[in-house]
């Protein structure tokens, strides 16, 4: 055994036992960061141990663009240490890895949350609106009300970014997504709507990176979001992290309880007697609305898709991206954002579009279901152990229980005690 590997056992005991003795959460990074003055060890090997041999990997790409020497490759919605003998030793792939461990205590005073702060179930915020895009063809093309595109070609518009991290789909298949650097307005809006497959947005950070596009919006969903935090704020200050931080002003989380697997739209498809590339948008709305490129729209229940629910997202407990800058979503609503926001800079970014009039608002009191709905889906999400405490993808399938939605249905957090009335 060479001396790598003796030091990427010792990690992972230390790890392992930080788990097991129920240490605080926000300590378990110290498994790894204690290496570091010590000249570090190939922390890659780490991740995929713990992280993507065991199928809790989310694919939000963080250990990805983070790398400073290019040592993986994203290959089926995971990482891929292609070229592993590369690693410095920099163990950033870990500290941002949101899998591993939580952000550290202080993100929310580096976020810089717009005062007063709310915790009503779905993330810190300071404002919460109902609003749709003025401009007809954002609201078009856009989903549920265009707020997110008509936000970002604004901030495109008016200098205060260079470019926007979003995602696109492949052109055979409009609902398999694919990342995308857009810079422009038109490449903004052609990839306006959302897709239930997982689209691996952030991994366009690293085309950012290299080409010094910034500064930069992002737009993801929770894990993505997380990230991108995990990435900007870690504790292992080198200059890659540093970019991040100084170059990102806006990230933009969308609300998500889960995505499916690309077979889904085979089932889509099959159901509907339509090739793949003809199915133009997918809309969940307590059942899956279905627009054809022939105009057509069809319904099928949303319970004939929760076995092609995406395993990797067993692992998450955000549905609300509580750690954006504005938090956006249907939630419920037909034709209508409801966003909410939680930053200074999100206020920056959303009031400025507000000032030019580019928005219809509607209190949120005006639809209480959507606030109550986004509250009851947030609860659902956030009722389970940290992910590094679940079990592993193969205890699941041996449990017989993959079931994204109520694998935790009766979870009961340490502390909480009995909540039933």
């Known amino acids: 055994m060479d001396d790598n590997e003796k030091l990427i056992q010792s990690v992972q005991k230390k790890y392992h036992d930080m788990l097991d003795q129920d240490v605080d959460p926000y300590e378990w990074g110290y498994a790894w960061r204690s290496e570091l003055n010590k000249g570090g060890f190939r922390a890659v090997d780490f991740l995929m141990r713990e992280v993507v041999d065991t199928g809790k ?48 205590k202080d993100l929310l005073k580096l976020l810089g949350f717009k005062e007063p702060v709310i ?19 954002c609201l078009e093309r856009g989903q549920d009300g ?23 789909v492949l052109p055979e298949n409009p609902q398999v997504g694919i990342h995308k650097l857009a810079t422009t307005a038109e490449e903004i809006l052609a990839c306006s709507g959302s897709r239930y497959t997982y689209s691996p947005n952030t991994v366009a950070l690293r085309e950012a990176m290299e080409n010094d596009i910034k500064p930069l919006a992002v737009v993801g969903v929770p894990c993505q979001v997380d990230g991108v935090r995990q990435q900007q704020y870690s504790s292992i200050r080198l200059d890659i992290a540093k970019w991040y931080q100084k170059n990102v002003p806006l990230v933009i989380g969308l609300f998500c309880s889960e995505s499916f697997t690309h077979e889904h739209i085979a089932l889509i498809a099959e159901h509907l ?18 627009t054809l490129r022939d105009g057509r729209e069809e319904i099928m229940a949303l319970k ?25 979503g249907g ?47 947030s609860n659902m999400k956030r009722n389970k152990p940290l992910p590094a405490l679940m079990p592993t993808m193969q205890e699941r399938i041996e449990m017989g229980n993959t079931d994204v939605k109520n694998f935790y249905k009766d979870y009961q957090p340490p502390g909480k005690g009995d909540n039933s009335e």
């Open 331 to 377: 939630i419920g609503l037909d034709g209508w954002t409801f966003v909410a926001v939680r930053t200074e800079k999100g206020h920056e970014f959303f009031q400025a579009a507000v000032d030019d009039d580019l928005f219809e608002i509607m209190p949120v009191d005006s639809v209480p279901k959507a606030k109550s709905l986004l509250i009851r889906l």
């Open 57 to 104: 990997c989310v694919g939000c790409a963080a250990c990805i663009t983070i790398c400073p020497t290019d040592v993986f490759d994203y290959k089926d919605e995971k990482p891929t240490d292609t070229r592993k003998d590369a690693c410095v030793f920099c163990e950033l792939c870990v500290d941002v890895c949101p899998v591993l461990r939580p952000p550290d």
């Open 273 to 290: 007697k339509v090739e793949p590339k003809d199915i133009v948008n997918v809309n969940v709305k307590g059942k899956v609305i279905i």
């Open 146 to 168: 265009g707020v997110t595109s008509k936000l970002l070609i604004h901030a495109l518009e008016n200098g205060s970014i260079n470019g926007a991290v979003i995602g696109d």
């Open 304 to 328: 004939d898709f929760h076995p092609y629910a995406r395993p990797a997202c067993l692992y998450c407990l955000d549905y609300a991206a509580d750690n954006s800058d504005i938090g956006v």
């Open 119 to 137: 915790d009503e179930g779905f993330g810190p915020y300071n404002y919460a609106v109902i609003a749709r895009s003025k401009d007809k063809e």
